[in-house]
């Protein structure tokens, strides 16, 4: 359970900054400035010092096995010394009692090496030292050396305990940490998404309207299209932020209904015309209805991905295929292209947060395929990447269909 956590250690807005942002930095009010790696470890350690804030100093001291073995010989050796006098008045079966608290207090701040140490060599101690006859090994009575196995056993049993629910602890704090850094990172990541809506509007809007003036230049109508298109690029930036958030979250709730792959192609296809200038278009759609149970949005923004990536990642007047068909018990849905394909190597992860292929052009941020996936999978359905048998890339994403769906009758 620790890997898996170790694994997921910066929360997803974290790392949607330090992806957008390399060089973003989180300041606070003294001043200092911290990178989102520092901030987010400087939170584990003050998260986890909270309920033991010595304990966790004292760990922190500790955390070379060096030391923790050289502690161990230490606080025996202080126990052995402090005990050496008392024996006047204590016996020895109360200070091998001493000894297996100092063995369990030991547990808490070393590790299980240290702690098996501390166990043996103060059964030893306590046995040459203490035990009847004093300064040997050798037992004499049955009594004592029941006594000296016990405690070895205890000794182990009790370090090993405590080092578990030391690493349980540790384990249980980190995951709280973890889910409270996930929850402020999408808290983060919306409130900052929906504050570059409004600026991003108000610039394609500025833009419209000296579009609208009239009597420009070429220069002017050339530096008017690239404000706009850079303004549109930064839109579906954001959105795909505040998608991947909502995945990340599991705040996705479909609405299934029964869909025709037409009109969610014809959507797809509006909203990515921009795009799609120099590329041609060729869509096969099997006759006769093509249904589905899909979240109309969620197919439309799915499929308008990878319509994107495909109008991206392609030279000008490379041909891309969209084709939709029924097999059996599933709408199959594909959109391939004619450009250079996918690495072998890289179709394992094509579709991981943040992922970019080598030599991708600049300006993603490798989330479109990944949004892809969430949207299609929250639906009941799959995707898929592979290349094409004449060259390309092709995704494909089945859902599930029905030949006659239960449709309402329409009344006159």
Not at 184 to 198: A, D, I, K, M, Q
Request: include cysteine; proline fraction near 4%; charged fraction near 20%.
């Amino acid at each position: 359970m620790m890997q898996k956590v170790e694994t997921q250690k910066h929360s997803f807005g974290f790392r949607v900054l330090r992806n957008l942002l390399p060089g973003v930095s989180t300041s606070g009010a003294n001043g200092l400035t911290m990178s989102s790696r520092e901030v987010t470890d400087r939170g584990s350690s003050i998260f986890l010092s909270m309920p033991l804030t010595d304990n966790y100093r004292i760990r922190t001291f500790l955390a070379s096995p060096w030391r923790q073995y050289l502690a161990v010989l230490v606080v025996v050796a202080i126990v052995t010394a402090l005990g050496y006098p008392l024996q006047t008045w204590i016996n020895y079966q109360t200070l091998a009692l001493i000894y297996l608290l100092t063995e369990v207090l030991l547990a808490l701040v070393v590790g299980r090496g240290a702690t098996l140490l501390a166990a043996v060599l103060s059964a030893a101690v306590w046995d040459y030292i203490f035990v009847p006859p004093m300064n040997s090994f050798h037992i004499d009575d049955i009594y004592d050396g029941t006594m000296v196995i016990t405690y070895c056993v205890v000794a182990l049993v009790a370090g090993e305990l405590t080092a578990r629910l030391r690493s349980y602890q540790e384990t249980e704090l980190r995951t709280k940490l973890l889910s409270e850094s996930e929850k402020l990172g999408r808290t983060l990541l919306n409130s900052v998404s929906h504050e570059f809506r409004t600026p991003i509007s108000a610039i394609v809007g500025a833009a419209g309207n000296l579009r609208a003036q009239g009597e420009l230049s070429a220069a002017q109508e050339r530096f008017i299209g690239e404000i706009e298109s850079a303004g549109a690029r930064l839109n579906r930036i954001v959105q795909s932020l505040l998608s991947a958030a909502r995945i990340q979250g599991g705040q996705l709730q479909p609405r299934l209904d029964w869909c025709e792959v037409r009109d969610v192609v014809n959507a797809s296809l509006r909203e990515s015309a921009e795009l799609l200038k120099g590329h041609p278009v060729e869509t096969k759609i099997a006759a006769g209805p093509q249904l589905a149970r899909m979240d109309f949005f969620l197919m439309q923004q799915a499929l308008s991905n990878l319509i994107a990536n495909a109008a991206i990642h392609t030279p000008l007047q490379t041909r891309i295929e969209i084709s939709a068909r029924t097999e059996g018990k599933e709408l199959h849905l594909q959109v391939a292209d004619r450009g250079p394909g996918l690495p072998a190597q890289e179709l394992e992860h094509i579709f991981d947060v943040f992922h970019r292929l080598p030599n991708s052009k600049p300006g993603g941020v490798g989330l479109g395929l990944a949004i892809v996936k969430g949207f299609v999978e929250v639906q009941g359905g799959r995707v898929s990447a592979a290349n094409g048998a004449n060259g390309g890339a092709v995704f494909n994403i089945r859902m599930p269909a029905a030949d006659n769906p239960e449709l309402p009758e329409e009344t006159l």
